[in-house]
């Protein structure tokens, strides 16, 4: 079964640049989420998606990041222009509640960014 | 506000010796717990999980079992191996917050022959 898909898997970009990030969830899963990891702040959540509409955003750093979903089998997070402050690796996750105390993540490879 | 807590790594340590990794969690109500295993240059696995006080999780060899009294989540395995060398990390998920998961800081461990 294929898991969750992320494109690229590396980035390298000089600052002021556009990024996107592309991920294609678990067929069927419901929930979608951005999360970025680096060394200093650890796994950071971005912001996360319940039948493809944004629940929660709050964790978006500032208005230069931006997630869309358009379908239930495609999301993308895209940075406007990028700093190198945004260096890290951005992992894409899925899921599906069917019940509230549940909440096993499936998590694609990580696209990692380096914005130079 | 709910944060989780594990103990900092490395933890290093010789193949077939003894692993714990303590986790302790701050939540209002009931919430899951969880450990994640990240693999070099791999996403995030679950590990395991559980649900409600006193539920034991496991897998691969791994324990953890859900203490409400001292709000504990430790990890444990009785023999580690060289392929258990990853990131541990330790997470919650409140009630009714649909899906959304909060991460303590990871805990890097390093298995030696």
């Known amino acids: 079964d294929a898991g969750v898909i992320q494109s690229p898997r590396h980035e390298v970009t000089e600052m002021g640049q556009e990024v996107t990030l592309r991920c294609k969830p678990i067929?069927?899963?419901?929930?979608l989420f951005w999360y970025r990891q680096t060394m200093m702040r650890g796994l950071e959540l971005l912001i996360y998606f319940n039948n493809n509409v944004p629940i929660d955003d709050s964790g978006m750093p500032e208005d230069r990041f931006s997630a869309k979903m358009p379908n239930a089998s495609f999301s993308t997070l895209k940075i406007q222009p990028s700093e190198p402050r945004d260096s890290a690796v951005y992992f894409c996750a899925s899921s599906l509640d069917r019940e509230v105390n549940t909440g096993e993540l499936f998590f694609g490879e990580g696209s990692r960014l380096t914005v130079l | 506000g709910n944060s989780v807590t594990q103990m900092e790594g490395p933890v290093t340590l010789s193949e077939e010796a003894f692993l714990t990794i303590n986790c302790t969690y701050t939540?209002?109500?009931?919430?899951?717990l969880f450990w994640y295993v990240q693999y070099p240059g791999e996403g995030l696995q679950l590990l395991l999980k559980?649900?409600?006080?006193?539920d034991k999780g496991s897998n691969k060899g791994f324990e953890a079992t859900y203490r409400k009294e001292t709000t504990s989540f430790h990890l444990e395995k009785g023999s580690v191996q060289v392929s258990d060398s990853a990131v541990y990390f330790c997470a919650l998920k409140s009630t009714g917050s649909w899906g959304k998961l909060q991460f303590g800081a990871g805990t890097q461990v390093v298995v030696t022959p």
């Open positions: 559980a649900t409600k006080a006193d």
């Open positions: 067929s069927g899963h419901n929930s």
């Open positions: 939540a209002t109500g009931y919430p899951s």
